[in-house]
């Protein structure tokens, strides 16, 4: 089994940065891609960004795109969200998950094995 463990949330003014790290432990980690979901109050949980096995592979939903960036450190066993230029319209809980499989629709919250509890991002206008 795979833990997955959210950090960095907070709550910031739009336009300001947060950085949000998931780490993994209970077993080695060897996940095909690695993702990052967010809902927000009264909306489902919705696809943030992705990053398959060698880091190179990266997708993201269009309302993040050229604000957000994430990576993955596969030494460290750990992927990072980098949120930049941040709307009230990002505020949710983030969630970290992992596919240890292959996934070609990274999009697909169902094709993920493992999820995180969630960290709250705020941002206030």
């Known amino acids: 089994q795979v833990q997955l463990v959210e950090s960095g949330g907070g709550s910031v003014q739009a336009g300001g940065s947060l950085r949000l790290s998931c780490t993994a432990s209970g077993r080695a980690f060897a996940a095909y891609a690695m993702g990052w979901f967010r809902q927000a109050p009264g909306k489902e949980r919705e696809f943030v960004a992705a990053?398959?096995?060698?880091?190179?592979?990266?997708t993201y939903t269009d309302s993040v795109k050229g604000r957000f960036t994430i990576s993955r450190d596969n030494a460290k066993n750990t992927v990072t969200l980098q949120m930049n230029s941040l709307k009230p319209e990002d505020t949710a809980v983030y969630y970290c998950a992992c596919a240890r499989g292959a996934v070609y629709t990274p999009v697909r919250g169902d094709l993920y094995d493992y999820w995180g509890q969630g960290t709250q991002v705020t941002v206030s206008s």
């Open positions: 990053v398959l096995w060698n880091g190179g592979s990266t």
